[in-house]
């Protein structure tokens, strides 16, 4: 007879790439003042859908222009946190990367770049977040975690102010005292 015991799982994360790692607003201020010679404020994202922030349609524009993704600055305390969660959980980046499919490539080369430690088998592209099975997801929008089973954690930006039906986390820091408290719990 064998002596069998339960091992206890990683409990996983999945971890949205643009407005969560990805510092989206700050690139397209400096994308509209490189094109347009005027600096736009974070504060025009506030309230308004992502794609309103900017007049002259450009936020759509800039999504479509090759090097956007690429070069899209790393979200302040982001990059030191998820290595320190990768201790604990099991990490994933989860991305709807296939809206725009230019950025695909973009958006693989940027995490080599700045998340190296992420395994490529940890990288999912999608369409449809609602598919993803891990046990959190840390997203800025709210249609994709409205449709998510696991436990949502909503990441502040100005798009969702207002919104109060996930938990909300504003800043990196926040993310690891969060986790630690579950940690503790566990």
């Known amino acids: ?10 409990k996983t994360i999945a971890i949205d790439m643009d407005g969560v790692i990805a510092d989206t607003v700050a690139q397209f201020i400096i994308w509209y003042e490189r094109e347009f010679g005027e600096r736009i404020e ?21 999504v479509y222009m090759p090097g956007f993704f690429r070069t899209i600055p790393v979200m302040e305390g982001a990059k030191e946190a998820v290595l320190e969660l990768t201790k604990n959980f099991d990490v994933y980046i989860v991305s709807a990367a296939v809206e725009f499919p230019q950025s695909l490539a973009e958006k693989y080369e940027w995490l080599q ?15 449809d977040k609602s598919i993803i099975g891990t046990d959190y997801m840390i997203d800025d929008h709210v249609k994709n975690l409205d449709g998510y089973s696991g436990n949502c954690i909503l990441f502040t930006a100005g798009h969702n102010m207002g919104i109060e039906r996930h938990t909300r986390i ?3 820091k926040e ?3 969060l986790f630690n408290k579950e940690l ?3």
């Open 1 to 10: 007879m064998h002596n069998y015991f339960k091992m206890s799982r990683r």
């Open 175 to 177: 993310v690891i005292e």
């Open 42 to 62: 974070k504060e025009a994202f506030h309230g308004v859908p992502e794609s309103e922030g900017l007049p002259n349609g450009a936020v759509r524009k800039f």
């Open 184 to 186: 503790e719990h566990a």
């Open 113 to 127: 770049e700045n998340f190296p430690f992420i395994s490529w088998k940890n990288i999912i592209f999608c369409g």
């Open 170 to 172: 504003n800043t990196w």
